[in-house]
Structure formats: C-alpha cells, structure tokens
C-alpha cells in the first residue's frame, strides 16, 4: 500500500512537472521514450543479474512488485527528466547531467541492494556505473534517432538535385 501511495504522488508531481515546465519533448517522444527505456533497462538487467546468475529473487511478493516498479515505472520516468534536462543544456552541463544521473542511479541501486529489494552476489557500486552508462547513452541515441526520424524530418533543400 506505501509503494502504491509513493508510485502515486511521484507520478503527480512528475505530471505537474511536465505540464508547468517548458516542454522538450512532445508527447509522443515521451510515449516512445519511456517504451525504449523500460524495454531496454529491463532487458539490460535481465542480461546483467539473471543471466550472470548474480540476482538473488527478493522472496516476499511485495518486494517483487516493488522491484517491478522501480524497474519499469520510477527508472525510465528519472531518465526522461534526464533527456528533458539533456535537451536544454550546452555541451558541459550534458556532461554534468550525464555523471549526476549516472551517480543518482548508482546510489538508487546501493538503496536496493542494502534494503533487500535488489540482492545481488557481492554487489559493487562500480558494477551499476557502466549499465547506467549505457542505458542512458542509449535513452540519447534513441532519442536523437526517433526525433530525427519521425519528428524533425528535414526539409527538402533547393541546392541538392531531387528524382522526382
């Protein structure tokens, strides 16, 4: 009942985030961002806990629906304030955000491992830095991918020669 009640309000504020902020992202990269995100952060833990044999499963049910949150709903909700943030910085600040991010999902991960919801086989904290890493360098590929893909399309330019 508080993991429904905490999964409630940050998802109140996280809307009132995005509904008052300057917006970035449109609702459809948020749609296909988030998508990306929880598919690929749970393949990614599955690659790195279950298939290494390093995941002890948290044994009461309520933990491992709160595992399921954090896994699918809380992460990829902090990686898009993390594009959000991505898209409106110069180049140091990206950088900046990068290694804030990447440390905030280290300590989310230290959290975890230390109240039982995530236990894995000696767990070091240098072990959550290059899937965070990767994660999140993916989440900006993609990103970059979809929007130019789909959103942004370029226009046709009078210089280049077009087959009609």
Not at 47 to 64: D, E, I, N, R
Not at 122 to 150: D, E, G, Q, T
């Amino acid at each position: 009942m508080k993991l429904l009640l905490i999964v409630l309000i940050l998802a109140a504020l996280l809307f009132l985030y995005f509904t008052k902020k300057e917006k970035m992202l449109s609702q459809l990269e948020i749609v296909a961002n988030y998508l990306f995100i929880a598919t690929i952060n749970q393949n990614v833990m599955a690659l790195f806990t279950v298939g290494f044999f390093f995941l002890q499963s948290p044994s009461a049910k309520t933990m491992y629906w709160a595992l399921v949150v954090v896994r699918l709903v809380i992460s990829p909700i902090i990686i898009l304030l993390f594009l959000q943030v991505y898209l409106q910085s110069n180049t140091i600040r990206k950088a900046k955000s990068l290694i804030s991010y990447i440390t905030l999902f280290v300590v989310i991960d230290g959290i975890m491992h230390a109240t039982g919801l995530l236990v894995l086989d000696a767990w070091h904290w240098w072990w959550s830095v290059p899937k965070w890493l990767f994660i999140l360098v993916s989440s900006i590929l993609f990103m970059k991918f979809f929007r130019h893909s789909f959103i942004h399309k370029e226009e046709p330019h009078e210089s280049r020669t077009y087959i009609k």
